[in-house]
């Protein structure tokens, strides 16, 4: 028996020292690093005087055990503050904790709120100390670069790396542009221009492209598109390396255009299964799947992909060829690459050494071009039911220990370290998903956040190597993505310890010449034990759904808790009047709308079916109410308008014809996002935004209305056929398909003044809702994902 547990613990220091060993790589620090953080803080701090006073110190020995630290010191000239770092982003991580912690000010998406003197520094006490508790913190969902960031020029990139490097992120996808590259080695391989076209998607749905789920729909893409994505894609990975960010290049997925097995018969392919229904043939209106604006042909469908088989030796012919290309153009060698075969798809394939030698064939493609290599994969697909345990230990198991770093990407609700046994020898980061879509309405849970990543490095020890943030779009619920950060370096905190964290939370976000009000503080701790307490999983608001008489809003929080947040946040704006209050006041009031809207969808079809055509006047007239005020709040705020998705998109546009093409994919994926039949994705990237309840959400709701009336004086059932093809005729194709309507970057009307009044109307019936309270376990977000 001794001699069994001896053997045991040999094995345990054995496995320790290996785990020790592994050398993940690092980018080189050097004084471009240095002044490249220096040129960030005066940015973040508007060339204000005061950026001179922060002093920066950038030595690599400061790390410990290869885990980036930060120093705050009183620097050498009086007023002056010294920043000691381990790397640049370590520093711009300190820069943060300094503003935050220490100056009461903050940097977020939708602003800043930043108070420095610009004769001095506030001093400090006493030196402090922060060390990240793991290795890595990430940035990014694939789809991130497709809900948020396909229209941004390197002027908006610029922002979100500062504000990337000042939240300790050290690693990031880096997608823009790759479609030049493969463009450039799908053209040397022999196929035509006209075959690329019928591949490449328009700009607003490249990340199901690279992913493999999607070909063409709305594109294709200009050459000039490729060209300036190329020309963007350089200048953010010369940024992201100036700082210390490492850029995490795709490898090949074994995706091709439709027609590459007839180009390449010896070799073996196999199709994509259909994705969320794009593969169906019974469309209703868009003739051949395909829309004409202006005379202009728009494509709009999707055939299966064909992908070629990582067995198959011409994939590492292709692979080689792509990844070399890659470095060669980008002039980089980044040593992390991602790769995603089976997102959202089943393999064709069960056979568990088939599986194995996937993954044998794509990690060998990668390390024939670097052999130090570091594969980043999802961990997304294995929660479809066909990864079996089995399954997923042989998918893992030839690829090298320390050459593969998994993304548990929804740790904070299902996360997948503990089923798999932190996959099996493998390294992993815990990150919290959140957002589906870059849909904006609030949720989340603190609770799982603060408790998650600890519990998974006790679980897992040293194979769990990081903490991250994989939403699918940005600019929504700041908070949970400033404190899920800081769990990087953070312990768990208890609820007492949380209301502490969030009260300093409205301080730093709030804090002006004025006193902030004791009720902005309490508002936004009722948020925190409701709406933000163990609500991890989002619900799809009614309003933005298509309608119909089967419509549901349940919820699992307690919805008085943020009618008295609500409140409480109105009363503050006697005393309040800054930036990012305004921005938080018309966030929480368009819940509000949307609650009270669904509770009033409820009594009009409760009067619907009594027959009751007066009762379904009064509760329709009520409704339109609600939407026209959900429209004059969102239209006060700069953050909630449709408008500044529209001008960015057509930045790009050099002619008539592109105005038609940016505004087609800009429009299309935040409405109906497929086409006319793949139902599973209506409204999947839906947002509160100006514009869009005008033009695209209302004018839904006034057809369903009219047909629900119509069918209680004709005396027949509501016909659904007919509702929903008057619903895509009247309301959702001419939303995406006419671009001569304007929409606005300037806001109209006073935020403060807009929810005083709403709350004076809509306060004294607020109590009178009432939704379905649900459980936070009961709500799968991703229904339409595997089937």
């Not at 006493?126 to 670069?145: E, H, K, M, Q, V």
């Not at 893409?221 to 953010?236: D, G, N, P, T, V």
């Not at 997304?380 to 997923?392: A, C, E, G, I, K």
């Not at 709040?633 to 998109?649: E, T």
Request: glycine share 6%; aromatic share 14%.
């Amino acid at each position: 028996m001794l001699r069994l547990i001896l053997q045991y613990v040999i094995i345990l220091i054995i496995l320790h020292q290996s785990n020790s060993a592994i050398q993940w790589p690092k980018l080189t620090v050097s004084t471009s690093s240095t002044q490249a953080i220096a040129d960030l803080i005066s940015r973040v701090l508007n060339d204000a005087p005061s950026a001179k006073f922060f002093q920066l110190s950038i030595d690599t020995h400061l790390a410990d055990n290869g885990k980036d630290v930060f120093e705050l010191s009183n620097g050498s000239t009086t007023g002056s503050i010294l920043i000691s770092a381990s790397s640049g982003v370590a520093a711009a991580w300190g820069f943060n904790y300094y503003l935050k912690y220490i100056a009461q000010s903050s940097f977020y998406w939708s602003g800043k709120n930043i108070h420095l003197s610009n004769s001095s520094l506030i001093p400090l006490s006493s030196p402090i100390r922060i060390a990240a508790n793991d290795l890595f913190r990430w940035y990014g969902n694939p789809c991130t670069f497709s809900y948020s960031a396909v229209f941004w020029n390197f002027s908006r990139w610029e922002e979100e790396i500062d504000w990337m490097a000042m939240n300790g992120i050290n690693i990031v996808y880096a997608t823009t542009g790759m479609e030049y590259i493969f463009s450039k080695v799908f053209l040397r391989m022999g196929f035509t221009q006209s075959e690329l076209d019928d591949y490449f998607t328009g700009p607003a749905f490249l990340a199901w492209l690279r992913m493999g789920n999607l070909q063409k729909h709305a594109g294709p893409l200009s050459q000039r598109w490729h060209e300036s994505q190329f020309e963007l894609a350089k200048q953010i990975i010369q940024r992201m390396t100036d700082i210390g960010i490492i850029p995490v290049l795709p490898a090949f997925t074994g995706f091709m255009p439709s027609t590459a097995p007839q180009r390449f018969p010896t070799a073996k392919f196999y199709y994509s299964s259909d994705w969320n229904d794009f593969g169906c043939n019974d469309s209703w209106y868009i003739f051949d799947h395909e829309i004409y604006i202006e005379g202009k042909m728009f494509a709009l469908f999707n055939f299966s992909l064909p992908y070629l088989d990582p067995i198959d030796p011409f994939f590492q012919q292709v692979g080689v060829a792509l990844l070399n290309e890659t470095v060669t153009s980008l002039n980089i060698v980044s040593h992390y690459y991602a790769c995603d075969l089976f997102n959202e798809m089943t393999p064709p394939v069960s056979d568990l050494n088939y599986l194995a030698d996937v993954n044998a064939g794509i990690i060998r493609t990668m390390q024939t071009v670097d052999p130090d290599a570091i594969w980043v994969m999802q961990a997304w697909l294995f929660l479809s039911d066909f990864w079996t345990p089995d399954r997923v230990k042989s998918y893992l198991s030839k690829v090298p220990e320390g050459h593969l770093i998994l993304l548990d990407l929804y740790s904070e609700a299902r996360p997948q370290y503990l089923r798999l046994e932190s996959f099996y020898g493998h390294y992993y980061i815990w990150n919290m998903l959140h957002d589906f879509g870059g849909n904006n309405g609030l949720f989340g849970s603190l609770v799982n956040v603060t408790n998650g990543p600890q519990t998974a490095r006790n679980f897992s020890g040293e194979y769990m190597i990081g903490v991250g943030i994989t939403m699918e779009g940005i600019n929504q619920n700041e908070v949970m993505y400033e404190f899920a950060l800081e769990q990087s370096w953070r312990t768990p905190l208890n609820n007492t310890q949380l209301n502490t964290w969030l009260a300093n939370f409205v301080m730093r976000r709030y804090t002006s010449n004025s006193e902030i009000p004791t009720s902005a503080i309490l508002a936004w701790q009722k948020l925190g034990n409701s709406v933000y307490h163990v609500n991890p999983l989002r619900v799809n608001s009614l309003m933005l759904r298509r309608p119909g008489l089967d419509r549901g809003q349940s919820i699992s929080f307690d919805l008085q808790s943020l009618i008295s947040a609500w409140t409480l946040l109105v009363n503050a704006s006697n005393k309040l009047d800054s930036d990012l209050f305004r921005y938080d006041l018309v966030d929480i009031t368009k819940e509000v709308l949307q609650y009270k809207f669904a509770s009033d969808y409820f009594q009009l079809i409760v009067a619907y079916n009594r027959s009751d055509l007066y009762g379904v006047g009064t509760q329709a007239a009520i409704l339109v109410d609600i939407l026209s005020d959900m429209e004059m709040v969102l239209a006060s705020d700069r953050r909630f308008l449709l408008g500044n998705w529209i001008r960015d998109a057509l930045q790009f546009a050099k002619n008539e014809e592109e105005i038609h093409f940016y505004n087609l994919n800009a429009k299309l994926q935040v409405s109906i996002w497929g086409v006319n039949y793949t139902l599973g994705l209506y409204d999947y990237a839906n947002k509160f935004w100006s514009g869009m309840i005008r033009d695209y959400y209302a004018p839904r709701w006034r057809v369903f209305f009219d047909e629900l009336l119509k069918s209680l004086v004709e005396g027949h059932p509501l016909d659904t056929n007919l509702l929903n093809k008057r619903l895509f005729l009247e309301a959702e194709s001419p939303f995406f398909m006419l671009d001569s309507k304007f929409y606005p970057t300037t806001t109209q009307g006073d935020s403060i003044m807009i929810a005083r009044r709403l709350l004076s109307k809509y306060g004294p019936s607020l109590n009178d809702i009432h939704l379905p309270l649900i459980s936070s376990k009961q709500h799968v977000p991703f229904k339409h994902y595997f089937n």
